[in-house]
């Protein structure tokens, strides 16, 4: 899988971005989507997923309201709209493709992690 940023990756804390993962390979079809995010010296941490057919969803607490996710699947293509950013949400995101049809909270239920892509948001 491949994970995008659509727009600059450095925007001032109450601007948006939107994130994009590609998967070429087809391998998201029937499976739940994640992203996940790791600041410096941090854990890599749940932000959002979603079901393989996107009727689900669940959000981490700290980005509900402001994030968004979606996926369109007939382009094995999978969106996070992050909007209001915070300063406390710099870090590199991560894309992944869950071993199930739902997406969890849970890294360990992730099988596919895409590179990584950086977003850092000033204030």
């Known amino acids: 899988v491949q994970c995008r940023r659509l727009g600059g990756g450095l925007v001032q804390a109450g601007g948006s971005l939107r994130l994009s993962c590609a998967d070429p390979?087809?391998?998201?079809?029937?499976?739940?989507l994640g992203w996940f995010r790791q600041a410096p010296g941090e854990e890599r941490e749940f932000v959002a997923a979603i079901s393989w057919r996107g009727g689900t969803t669940n959000y981490a607490n700290f980005v509900k309201g402001r994030f968004i996710i979606s996926r369109d699947n007939a382009k094995n293509t999978m969106f996070l709209q992050m909007n209001d950013l915070k300063p406390e949400d710099t870090a590199v995101y991560f894309c992944?493709?869950?071993?199930?049809?739902?997406?969890?909270?849970?890294?360990?239920?992730?099988?596919?992690w895409g590179q990584g892509t950086q977003v850092t948001v000033s204030s």
């Open positions: 992944a493709v869950s071993r199930s049809s739902y997406g969890t909270s849970r890294r360990e239920d992730y099988r596919y």
């Open positions: 390979r087809r391998t998201t079809s029937n499976n739940g």
